[in-house]
């Protein structure tokens, strides 16, 4: 399948499409699906699916694992997460999206976007948009969660923002405990720093991840980088 454009590069034009024509998601999609030959974007979602990335990088992952998703605003750190969730339901396993930015609309819309129907996973995905989340509350909604499934947490950098929640380090280091000891797998979303320059280098790193309070980034297990469609996946050693 040749496109015009990488998959994330597509989608970025449809949000602009929608915001400049003031139409939804869904249909500055399809007007984008069309240009590139297909009927609708579901079609041009399910000849891509095969390519992306996170059906290659989800059987990777392992139960108890604590995992990073950076990028700059708009390379697609969001969508990636939602395909890992999207993987892991195909796999037979439970996601659960939690979010301090996105609605519950706004996450459907990103769904629609990677050519899920969000009816399609109903009884599986779990999304919540509280502004209590925090790693007590993320673990108090997932402790019944059975094994393997997907913790989506958006993001990183937020959950500290409120004055009554633990620091960022001990919230982070008790989602880790509670990831292995229930065998889940928390994907966290991560802004990176506005120094990191893709002229250096094609994707950001540990190195780049925004810290507005200080975390030992060797927590994580797994990171996931992306720029420009450019995927770097690392496992610690």
Request: with cysteine; net charge positive.
């Amino acid at each position: 399948m040749r496109l015009s454009a990488p998959i994330y590069h597509l989608k970025r034009r449809a949000r602009r499409l929608s915001r400049e024509e003031r139409i939804p998601l869904h249909d500055a999609l399809d007007r984008i699906a069309t240009r590139e030959g297909f009927s609708a974007w579901s079609m041009l979602a399910a000849k891509a699916a095969a390519l992306t990335p996170a059906n290659r990088l989800f059987p990777q992952f392992r139960p108890g694992d604590l995992v990073l998703v950076g990028a700059r605003p708009g390379q697609g750190k969001t969508l990636m997460s939602l395909e890992l969730a999207v993987e892991a339901m195909k796999s037979g396993h439970r996601a659960a999206f939690f979010s301090l930015e996105y609605t519950e609309k706004d996450v459907f819309d990103r769904l629609r976007a990677i050519g899920v129907d969000p009816t399609q996973f109903a009884d599986m995905f779990e999304i919540d948009c509280s502004d209590a989340i925090s790693a007590d509350y993320v673990v108090k909604q997932m402790a019944s969660a059975p094994r393997g499934t997907v913790v989506v947490i958006d993001y990183l950098q937020l959950l500290d923002q409120r004055r009554e929640n633990p620091d960022l380090a001990v919230q982070v280091r008790a989602l880790k405990s509670f990831a292995r000891d229930a065998g889940l797998i928390v994907v966290f979303i991560s802004q990176i720093d506005r120094s990191y320059n893709p002229s250096v280098k094609p994707c950001p790193d540990l190195s780049d991840v925004r810290l507005p309070n200080p975390l030992d980034l060797k927590l994580f297990d797994k990171t996931c980088f992306i720029n420009n469609a450019e995927v770097q996946f690392r496992a610690a050693s």
